[in-house]
């Protein structure tokens, strides 16, 4: 599981100390990755819509989730994988 | 590329609504770095299932 946002990795490291994330947390800055995965608009946008994937083992998309609760979530995955 | 799928390209590009990848479309790569300062590309996981979890900002409710 990787986690994404348009954090820095100092707000990730924060965000992933408190919730003890077992998974890595990726500063998408530069919305590269927001973009080319459908989660922003712009490079300008200031968030990432609340979306995920899951990718198969040949790198691709199995699963799209259009809307996901994002407490919830990263939970449920976890338990699912 | 079909005539609606045109279509909906010229739609996209005009109004510059990013859309979802679907279902058997291939992952773009990337290549990144996590919280910690370790490289994350979605090409080294290769043979394992991957989540990929947008979340608009860290600890926000919601």
Known sequence: MVGVSFDTPAENAAFAKKFNFPFPLVSDTDRKLGMSYGACDSPKDEYARRIAYVIDENGKILQAHPKVDARAYPREQLASL | ?62
């Open chain 2, 1 to 62: 590329m079909s005539l609606f799928g045109m279509v909906r390209f010229a739609v996209k590009s005009l109004t510059g609504k990013a859309r979802m990848l679907k279902p058997g479309d291939v992952a773009p790569d990337f290549n990144t770095t996590d919280h910690t300062g370790q490289p994350v590309r979605l090409r080294d996981l290769r043979g394992k299932k991957v989540v990929l979890w947008f979340y608009p900002k860290a600890d926000t409710p919601g």
